[in-house]
T-cell receptor, first 115, second 115 residues
Framework: DQQVKQNSPSLSVQEGRISILNCDYT??????FLWYKKYPAEGPTFLIS?????DKNEDGRFTVFLNKSAKHLSLHIVPSQPGDSAVYFC??????????????FGKGTKLSVIP | NAGVTQTPKFRVLKTGQSMTLLCAQD?????MYWYRQDPGMGLRLIHY???????AKGEVPDGYNVSRLKKQNFLLGLESAAPSQTSVYFC??????????????FGPGTRLTVT
């Protein structure tokens, strides 16, 4: 059973417009959420995160919104740039015992920003 | 400061062969993780370690073994490779979570093909 879902495998956006990537989760024990960006043939790199006690976190062009009641988060990229074209993974963290916090990843959304 | 490095970058194995993937980090991180990424599946946790000399199973541990003899190294072993283990393998590390940071730092990946 998928605990973190990214229902859009791909998204195309014009350069300069807003990109909105969505993520839903089912486990109410998740207390921290992260977005990773991945280019082909590279490892994922951390982009932005949000604690479950907040509903918004902003870093430059990137903003993450969290709606706990709906178990939904979204990543907004404004304005979108061609260099933002990558696969974006949503991840959620929960305590798994013995001092360990594990990340559960969604399947990713491939963003294409068209010049 | 190289971050997280993985050796080798590519490998082709025949069914039944064995091999070890090496992950090294120079950030003095306590936690280390091994993931596999398959098309359309996101990243799935194989094994993880919360410190030197300790390991634990993740979501998909069957067919793999790990060891963490030194804090900076985390080894993933395949004793008898199977075609189902064809995948891209990522290693990650994380600092002991002061301040609630759950960010994991990823290596560049190892692309393994089992024929």
């Amino acid at each position: 059973d998928q605990q973190v879902k990214q229902n859009s495998p791909s998204l195309s956006v014009q350069e300069g417009r807003i990109s909105i990537l969505n993520c839903d989760y089912t486990n109410s024990m998740f207390d921290y959420f992260l977005w990773y960006k991945k280019y082909p043939a590279e490892g994922p790199t951390f982009l932005i995160s949000i604690s479950s006690i907040k509903d918004k976190n902003e870093d430059g062009r990137f903003t993450v919104f969290l709606n706990k009641s709906a178990k939904h988060l979204s990543l907004h990229i404004v304005p979108s740039q061609p260099g933002d074209s990558a696969v974006y993974f949503c991840a959620a963290s929960a305590y798994s015992g013995a001092g360990s916090y594990q990340l559960t990843f969604g399947k990713g959304t491939k963003l294409s920003v068209i010049p | 400061n190289a971050g997280v490095t993985q050796t080798p970058k590519f490998r082709v194995l025949k069914t039944g062969q064995s091999m070890t993937l090496l992950c090294a980090q120079d950030m003095n991180h306590e936690y280390m993780y091994w993931y596999r990424q398959d098309p359309g599946m996101g990243l799935r946790l194989i094994h993880y370690s919360v410190g030197e000399g300790t390991t634990a199973k993740g979501e998909v541990p069957d067919g793999y073994n790990v060891s963490r003899l030194k804090k900076q190294n985390f080894l993933l072993g395949l004793e008898s490779a199977a075609p189902s283990q064809t995948s891209v393998y990522f290693c990650a590390s994380r600092a002991l979570g002061a301040g609630g940071s759950y960010e994991q730092y990823f290596g560049p990946g190892t692309r393994l093909t089992v024929t």
